[in-house]
Structures are given as structure tokens and as C-alpha cells.
T-cell receptor, first 115, second 111 residues
Framework: DTEVTQTPKHLVMGMTNKKSLKCEQHMGHRAMYWYKQKAKKPPELMFVYSYEKLSINESVPSRFSPECPNSSLLNLHLHALQPEDSALYLC??????????????FGSGTQLSVL | GNSVTQMEGPVTLSEEAFLTINCTYTATGYPSLFWYVQYPGEGLQLLLKATKADDKGSNKGFEATYRKETTSFHLEKGSVQVSDSAVYFCALEYGNNRLAFGKGNQVVVIP
């Protein structure tokens, strides 16, 4: 199994809603990532978990709350989002805990629309 | 700082044509360099990588050579197919667990 699975694929939410994005991998990878990608732009790093601990938070607003319940799962909890938060949210994983000069595996993403 | 610059604009070419996408970088030290490809509606996939100067990464007919003297990592393919239509991102590794991506190039291959 060399996949990173993300659910849901599409999500529409209002600004007062609370929702969660989920990501799962069974490759034994110890680093997991959340990226945000706006249309026709490169992905922007949001969070990195290394060995289930949050190691990087790229100054992401607190309305985005990551969680890593175990080494295979990564969640992104969403609350009080703004329309400008509409984007494709990508999860990724890699084998090592600290450096990524090996392969990053990406999921297909969740396309989020905030109304 | 650490950054990647890709040539501006989409690339449109005919099937079996030669493809080049330019990528130059600015970095401290000698980072690993990557090309990622994103097909419509999908996440990114690693296409190839190089971890040190003069390394050549290759995969699926694509090649890129890590050139320290010109700080470049240009992507090439000798004969493109319609199935190569996608967005291509050049990236470099910096810090721990960080990738700096270029802006990406949309490649459209016409039959």
C-alpha cells in the first residue's frame, strides 16, 4: 500500500461550521504534512508532524487545528473559516522523521469551499 | 533565502516534441532538488530528484541534472506524449521537512 488517502474529496462549509479533514497512510511513514494549495499556485506548507509530534507550524491561523492521533492518521480540524480559506488541502507523508531528501507521498486532496 | 524560480507561463507543444522547463534556485548549502508533477484533480507525485551536484535524476523519460555552477535543475524530455499534460513543480529541500516550490508550469501537449 503506497497510498495516502484523504477524505472527504470535496467539502462545502459555512463560516460558522466545524468540520474535519482526514488523512491516512499505512506505509509506516513517521512524518506527515498538511499543505494548502490555491488554484494555479504551488502548495504552501502548513504543518508537519514528526513521530506524532507537531514539529512545524508555519504561522497558520488558529482556526486550523491539526491533530495526529497515531502514526497512521492525521486530521485537520476547521472552525470559523473565511472564504479566502477555500483551497485544495493536501496531506503528504514521508518515511524519515527529520529530512525529506526522500520521496514525499501526496494524497489527492480535499477541495474545500467556504461560503 | 531558499527559493526556486521557474520560467513564466504555460508550455504548449505538439506530441513528440522536445520539452524543456527551466528551474533555477537560490539556497544556502547544497540542498536536494526535486521535480514534482500534478495531474488534473490529483495531488503531487515525485517525478525525479537529485541530492548532490552533477547528479542526474531520471524517470519516465524525463531527466534533470543538478548544476551547481549555474544553480539550475532544468527538466527535459525528448518526446512528449499527450499523457504528459500536467503541472510541473521544481522544488528544493531546506531546513527540516521543508520544501520550497516554484510557481509551477502548466504543460499542454497537443495530439
Amino acid at each position: 500500500d503506497t497510498e495516502v488517502t484523504q477524505t472527504p474529496k470535496h467539502l462545502v462549509m459555512g463560516m460558522t461550521n466545524k468540520k474535519s479533514l482526514k488523512c491516512e497512510q499505512h506505509m509506516g511513514h513517521r512524518a506527515m504534512y498538511w499543505y494548502k494549495q490555491k488554484a494555479k499556485k504551488p502548495p504552501e506548507l502548513m504543518f508537519v508532524y514528526s513521530y506524532e509530534k507537531l514539529s512545524i507550524n508555519e504561522s497558520v491561523p488558529s482556526r486550523f487545528s491539526p491533530e495526529c492521533p497515531n502514526s497512521s492518521l492525521l486530521n485537520l480540524h476547521l472552525h470559523a473559516l473565511q472564504p479566502e480559506d477555500s483551497a485544495l488541502y493536501l496531506c503528504a507523508s514521508s518515511q524519515g522523521g527529520t529530512r525529506i531528501n526522500e520521496k514525499l507521498f501526496f494524497g489527492s486532496g480535499t477541495q474545500l469551499s467556504v461560503l | 533565502g531558499n527559493s526556486v524560480t521557474q520560467m513564466e507561463g504555460p508550455v504548449t507543444l505538439s506530441e513528440e516534441a522536445f520539452l524543456t522547463i527551466n528551474c533555477t534556485y537560490t539556497a544556502t548549502g547544497y540542498p536536494s532538488l526535486f521535480w514534482y508533477v500534478q495531474y488534473p484533480g490529483e495531488g503531487l507525485q515525485l517525478l525525479l530528484k537529485a541530492t548532490k551536484a552533477d547528479d542526474k535524476g531520471s524517470n519516465k523519460g524525463f531527466e534533470a541534472t543538478y548544476r551547481k555552477e549555474t544553480t539550475s535543475f532544468h527538466l527535459e524530455k525528448g518526446s512528449v506524449q499527450v499523457s504528459d499534460s500536467a503541472v510541473y513543480f521544481c522544488a528544493l529541500e531546506y531546513g527540516n521537512n521543508r520544501l520550497a516550490f516554484g510557481k509551477g508550469n502548466q504543460v499542454v501537449v497537443i495530439p
